[in-house]
Each structure stands twice: as structure tokens, then as C-alpha cells.
């Protein structure tokens, strides 16, 4: 999506889930431009507005969201940044793992990395040509980004 049309659609279910948390018939009912409080949200439909934001976008939600962010404006700025950097960490794990595929897995055992990542996985040492080793090697796909950059590091 474009920026304006990711924001539009954030918009969207932002006004949406106001709207579906106090009764209001669609979500163009919602002003961009009143607070939440103004609009009549409480304490309780704040969290029901927060759980189904949180729904909606995969993103883990503060429980002040609605308090830290009063309308429907500030809250699709709050989450464009969050998707956005979620987004980023996404991009910067496949881009890893697209490194660490290409290194052949002779090069990795020639390195002593290949036992490394296996022990961050928490798989048993192995000679290379047994299934074990087969099932580690595979296991690699699975570590963190976290994991897999200490590793690489030497730490």
C-alpha cells in the first residue's frame, strides 16, 4: 500500500472499532477530530477498543493507548509507526537469513559456527553425515534474529 492508502485503512479500522465499541451504526459516525472521551468512551470500551485494535493489526498494545493517544488521529500515527517498525525488524530478519543461507554448511562446520547455531537451538553435537546433524542444520531457519546475529559475533 502506499502511505495514504495504509493510513486511510488504518483510519478505517480505527473508526470502525470506535464505532462497534459504542453502538454507532458505521464507523464514519466517528470524528477524527473529538477525543475518544468526548465521544463517550470509558475505561471499559477503552480496553474493548484496545483488544480488537490489537486484533485487527497483530501489534501488541499498550493498555494506556487510548489515554496516550485521545483520537482516532493520534492513535493510526501511533500504529503506522508501529507497523512500520515492526516491518523493519521483519526486513532485517529475512535479510539475515538470506545471508546465512547463502554460506554453504561445510563453510559454517570449517568456522565452528555450525555447532554454535545447534547450540543455540539446543540440539545435540553430531557428526555431519548423520540424521542429527541434517535436523540441526534445518533448525537454523527456525533461530531469532537475536540468536543468530550473537552468533555470527562470536558471543
Do not use: C
Request: hydrophobic share 45%.
Amino acid at each position: 500500500m502506499t502511505p495514504e492508502a495504509r493510513h486511510d485503512h488504518l483510519l478505517g479500522i480505527v473508526r470502525g472499532w470506535v464505532a462497534a465499541v459504542l453502538g454507532f451504526a458505521g464507523g464514519e459516525q466517528v470524528s477524527v477530530e473529538l477525543s475518544f472521551q468526548e465521544l463517550g468512551l470509558t475505561s471499559v470500551t477503552a480496553v474493548e477498543l484496545r483488544n480488537g485494535l490489537q486484533s485487527a493489526t497483530g501489534l501488541r498494545l499498550p493498555s494506556t493507548l487510548i489515554f496516550d493517544y485521545p483520537t482516532a488521529t493520534a492513535v493510526v500515527a501511533f500504529l503506522l509507526d508501529s507497523l512500520t517498525e515492526a516491518d523493519a525488524e521483519v526486513d532485517e530478519e529475512t535479510q539475515l537469513r538470506a545471508l546465512l543461507a547463502r554460506i554453504p554448511l561445510g563453510r559454517l562446520r570449517a568456522a565452528g559456527l555450525l555447532d554454535r547455531l545447534r547450540a543455540l537451538d539446543g540440539a545435540t553435537e553430531s557428526t555431519p553425515d548423520t540424521p542429527e546433524a541434517t535436523a540441526a542444520d534445518a533448525d537454523i531457519a527456525t533461530m531469532t534474529p537475536a540468536d543468530l546475529i550473537r552468533l555470527t559475533m562470536g558471543t
